[in-house]
């Protein structure tokens, strides 16, 4: 009797510990940190000893297994999203993160950009070529191509934008093929791939790939920002201004410990962003007294969606913070509002 209670109670617990590696078709996500600026963004020269801080914020998020999923129904701000809605359909590990860091290169980019011509400072691009950011199964490309790879020629063109190739393949019939030269890790490859109409383009031909143009960003003063930990576009807001606070003399946080979130559009336009309530704890948590918040602006299918500033102030209600909630829709919104906190002080 005694052997088969501890039998039994060796199976419950290799049970309940194999229950902890079986993954569900969600995600959990829930308040991350934030982060300093300053050691993560660099401009030549633009070293100064200011008093105000400026921080990126996040969100931690991983794949759920039983227990993170029962324990995220009981816990205030933490979520449980469908995978769906965290990949696209049939997108490998390895195409999720070639997505996560384009976007988050082109974040970037986006934010030195925005804060060069805030300081009226020069930059050029150099064109790299075709970036794949995923390839479709069953489609022609997929035995060939993988996503990072970077297309430089098609049937011996040089390529200076994405658009010459989607339309030079278009302009083909199904069945024809293209010979692309193209670019992996320090390899230098050419494969010929046979077109396929294409259901998603109106049965026009197609490589089955997703594509994004691949530039590089040359700025005088040079910018250099290791963020290689953080993925997707949403600190963009925060990026501009630590630029731009590095590139001008002045304190440009005023003194204050500022934190915010927004997608960073080349215009400057701040743009809406997933979990900004857990956003809005995180800054809480690390003491910041001013929370910067995409106030933007929802499409007529919206319904009753709150915006990102709604909902941020809203949440800064719920956890009783005295940080001052923030709208913005432009990068200058941000900057004028702090240089009149200076001006005001």
Known sequence: MKNKRTAIIYILLIVIIASAFIPLPFYVTKPGGAHELDPIVHVDGGDHDDTGTLMLTTISMGPANIYSYIWAKFRDYEKILPKEDVRYPYESDEEYNVRQY????????????????????????????????????????EKELEAGDRITAIDGQKLKESKEMTDYVQSKEPGETVMLMYERGEEENEVEIELRAFPELDGKSGLGISLADDRTLKSQPKVTLKAEEIGGPSAGLMFSLEIYDQLVSEDVAAGLRVAGTGTIAKDGTVGRIGGIDQKVVAADRSGAEIFFAPDDELPEQGGDLPTNYEQAKKTAEDIKTDMK?????????????????????
């Open 102 to 141: 384009y976007l988050m290169n082109t974040s970037q980019q986006n934010a030195i950009t925005v804060a060069f011509d805030e300081a009226g400072k020069t930059y050029d691009w150099t064109y790299n070529g075709i970036f794949v950011l995923g390839v479709f199964p069953g489609m022609p490309a």
């Open 325 to 345: 909630i923030v709208p913005v829709r432009t990068f200058s919104d941000a900057v004028n509002y702090l240089a009149n906190i200076t001006v005001s002080k």
